[in-house]
């Protein structure tokens, strides 16, 4: 979900760029920026916090597996030591 998510934000990021670099091809004057900001930064803005959110999840992930091994190698380390202590 992370990766999707991640993949998606970037899409619109980069299709929002190349929306904006179109609608100032024919014109690139500051009029025509401050008319397509209000829609362009937003979108942009959309995007990164998908990507963010995406990486994230990643990070999250990888933090809970990482906690699943560490507590499988504590609870392995504890029976050796019960076990050393009854012999």
Not at 48 to 77: K, N
Request: glycine share 8%; charged share 15%.
């Amino acid at each position: 979900m992370g990766r999707f998510l991640e993949f998606l934000g970037g899409a619109i990021v980069i299709g929002t760029l190349v929306l904006l670099a179109l609608t100032l091809v024919p014109s690139p004057d500051v009029k025509t920026l401050v008319a397509v900001l209000p829609w362009a930064f937003p979108a942009i803005a959309g995007g990164l916090l998908l990507v963010a959110f995406g990486a994230m999840l990643d990070h999250l992930a990888a933090i809970r597996s990482a906690a699943d091994r560490q507590a499988d190698i504590f609870q392995q380390l504890l029976e050796r030591r019960n076990t050393a202590k009854k012999e």
